[in-house]
């Protein structure tokens, strides 16, 4: 069972919810997809057992074969090749690692070499959960091969929660696809209701179920619980905006962990994810 | 290519949700001859609070996708092993998982593959009160090329921009990949919003490390910086060690949020941060013009 967290908007809580609701769940998989600015470890702290370096392919040109015909670059379609009669330059930043371009070289010049887009970390939380994060490269430009592979570490049969990067392009398609069940965490601004209605067209699209969470809950922006009525949302849970969560948050803390009425409202989350997802979820 | 003789800022944050769009917002407000820009074209909320008319809309075609025309394929599944993308199953394309790489269509001995331009998002360009230029774009849900449709509005504005224009103000989106990189492109100073978390401190530092690598001036606004006083010091602190400048300090105010939930920039909705977006205005020219 792979429940997803996403949001749209940044900066909503989904890091803080996920991690929380990994926290509740004993043995459970916390895997944090948002390569970019992964941020579940500095709640979760987990103890990192295994780095990894990932790789991404591009294609290495052998100039003792190449007589520039031009076919890599016709066949590429990013622009990632440019021939300059001496040399095939590559701009490896717009290379998908498609493969096309040594696939379809007459003179079999091109061969694919390994090139570092991240890091792909492995570790233990204290409650018996396992956990994985990713680190894109600085500079590298596509996170989605990476979220692909941070997924895949974990092939086993533990419930695992995907913290999915924000946003509603193919970085959030690649973190919240084949899950069984999305949560949406969405806050009481008009900004949040906007990158709402976005998450749940892409949801939408691929069919994932979803529910939402609404984080710093403020009753007097009623549009957004009026749309949640109007819409037949499910409406999983409404968390108060309360001075003590954000500043246990800002230390680097797991609220779900120090505040008693915060670790109640993640159990409750969880009665109503089993609930969802039809008791597919086991917990002690 | 931006040939005018105006100046490129963009609001960055690494970390979601630091407040990127409030403080480019009220800094649309104080800025005069300029050009705004959303390139957070995946959940774009500035047009939210900025009121606006739409002039033109454009279609944005990011890529193309294959298709396999049945009644021509003859099930040998070349298309299949080729695919690095998991896009083919079964003599169909996934359009979600299509990369556009054109593989499948290429190698066909069919020729049973069409490759068809799929649009991927539309942009406005609208009229901001002060009949400034604004540009918003709605990527159509799901899509990849968010960093080639970054470019394209941009290349847009720089076409439409006028003589006069002196400033073009770019709201970002968070993160570090493809779109932030794509805004960065010619920009020449990014107001970094971050917040006094150990999250917000962390992407900092990540996004500060991009600047490096792009080598673009960074300046820093510690946004709710009363939230957490001691860990807003680390960050002084860091970015001193750094040398990179700090821009200001704007405290917690519930103000902020119902600015918003009134459609209305900070500035606008309450006038007191008139003088502290002024005063931040004033430094970011001088760090530009000096």
Not at chain 1, 227 to 255: F, H, V
Not at chain 1, 256 to 276: S, W
Not at chain 2, 7 to 14: P, W, Y
């Amino acid at each position: 069972m792979t429940i997803s967290v996403a949001s749209g908007k940044g900066g909503t809580g989904k890091t803080t919810v996920a991690a929380s609701l990994a926290f509740v769940i004993p043995g459970s998989v916390y895997i944090d997809c948002d390569v970019e600015e992964p941020n579940g470890h500095l709640l979760l702290k987990p103890h990192i057992i295994k780095v990894e370096t990932s790789y991404k392919l591009i294609p290495k040109i052998n100039y003792e074969v190449c007589d520039f015909c031009n076919k890599c670059v016709e066949v590429c379609e990013f622009n990632a090749l440019l021939n300059l009669k001496s040399e095939i330059y590559l701009f490896d930043q717009l290379c998908h690692s498609c493969g096309a371009c040594t696939y379809f070289c007459p003179l079999k010049a091109i061969t694919e070499a390994n090139k570092e887009d991240g890091k792909i970390r492995t570790g233990k939380i204290k409650n018996n959960g396992l956990f994985f994060d990713g680190y894109l490269k600085i500079g590298e430009a596509s996170a989605a091969p990476l979220i692909n592979k941070v997924r895949n570490q974990y092939k086993g049969s533990r419930l695992v929660i995907i913290d999915s990067p924000p946003g509603t392009s193919c970085s959030m398609v690649e973190a919240v696809k084949d899950t069984q069940y999305c949560i949406l965490v969405t806050e009481s601004t008009p900004f949040g209701l906007n990158d709402l209605k976005l998450a749940i067209n892409v949801l939408r699209q691929i069919n994932i179920p979803f529910g939402i969470v609404i984080n710093k809950y403020d009753e007097s922006f009623y549009q957004l619980d009026e749309y949640i009525r109007n819409k037949n949302l499910n409406l999983l849970l409404k968390i108060p905006y309360r001075m003590d969560i954000a500043e246990i948050y800002s230390k680097g803390g797991l609220p779900a962990e120090t505040i008693k009425e915060y670790e109640k409202m993640m159990k409750e989350l969880l009665k109503k994810l089993m609930k969802e997802t039809a008791g597919v979820i086991e917990y002690a | 290519m931006p040939d005018g003789n105006y100046k490129q800022i963009a609001v960055l944050s690494g970390k979601g949700g630091t407040g990127k769009t409030t403080i480019a917002s009220a800094l649309t407000e104080i800025a005069e001859n300029k050009i705004v820009i959303d390139t957070d074209v995946d959940a774009a909320n500035m047009f939210l609070v900025l009121p606006h008319y739409i002039n033109a809309e454009y279609e944005y075609f990011g890529g193309r996708k294959a298709e396999i025309i049945f009644s021509r394929c003859s099930q040998c599944n070349l298309c299949e092993s080729v695919c690095r993308f998991n896009a083919i199953k079964d003599y169909k394309v996934n359009r979600q998982n299509c990369e556009g790489c054109g593989f499948c269509v290429r190698v066909c001995p069919d020729d049973a593959i069409l490759f068809y331009a799929s649009k991927s998002g539309v942009y406005s360009e609208c009229e901001l009160e002060d009949h400034s230029k604004f540009y918003y774009a709605q990527l159509v849900a799901g899509e990849g090329n968010s960093g080639k449709l970054v470019t394209e509005i941009k290349k847009k504005a720089y076409e439409q921009a006028e003589k006069n224009v002196k400033w073009i103000i770019i709201d970002g989106p968070p993160g570090i990949g493809c779109p932030v990189n794509a805004s960065l492109v010619k920009v020449d100073l990014v107001v970094i919003v971050t917040e006094p978390t150990q999250s917000g401190l962390h992407d900092l530092i990540r996004l500060l490390n991009l600047l490096k690598l792009f080598k673009i001036q960074g300046m820093v606004i510690i946004n709710k910086f009363d939230i957490n006083i001691h860990m807003s010091k680390n960050i002084e602190n860091y970015i001193q060690s750094e040398g990179i400048k700090l821009l200001a300090k704007i405290p917690f105010d519930i103000n902020f949020v119902k600015a918003i939930q009134n459609s209305k920039t900070i500035v606008e909705y309450d006038h007191a941060y008139k003088d502290i977006f002024n005063d931040i205005w004033d430094k970011i020219q001088k760090a530009l013009l000096n």
